[in-house]
């Protein structure tokens, strides 16, 4: 599986991004996935996960209330809608697919694909 992250930019501080991210190969329905962020000086982070069926979504709890992470399973595509977006939203943003078992989804090492980033910038 191929992930490629879209939709990043520069944004003032309680303004709205969405982010999609799409799959090419196959078994994308398949996958769980997650969105993670990172900073240039810090580990990667989670962010938001969504299980294959679409059916169960998590969230880390600076993001419960404001990002909204959805899946279309006919298009391939993951999206993470992030609105009301603080300074400390700022950083890149990588989507992820794999197979983690339900007490890992948030632990990076348990994805296999990874997309190349796509980089939100919040003015204060």
């Known amino acids: 599986v191929q992930l490629q992250a879209s939709g990043g930019g520069l944004v003032q501080a309680g303004g709205s991004l969405r982010l999609s991210c799409a799959a090419s190969?196959?078994?994308?329905?398949?996958?769980?996935m997650a969105w993670f962020r990172q900073d240039p000086e810090k580990e990667r982070q989670f962010v938001a996960g969504?299980?294959?069926?679409?059916?169960?979504?998590y969230y880390t709890d600076s993001v419960k209330g404001r990002f909204t992470i959805s899946r279309d399973n006919a298009k391939n595509t993951v999206y993470l809608q992030m609105n009301n977006l603080k300074f400390e939203d700022t950083a890149g943003y990588y989507c992820?697919?794999?197979?983690?078992?339900?007490?890992?989804?948030?632990?990076?090492?348990?994805?296999?694909?990874w997309g190349q980033g796509t980089l939100v910038t919040v003015s204060s």
């Open positions: 992820a697919a794999g197979r983690p078992v339900l007490s890992a989804m948030r632990t990076p090492g348990m994805y296999m694909y």
């Open positions: 190969g196959d078994g994308f329905r398949s996958y769980d």
């Open positions: 969504i299980r294959r069926s679409g059916g169960t979504t």
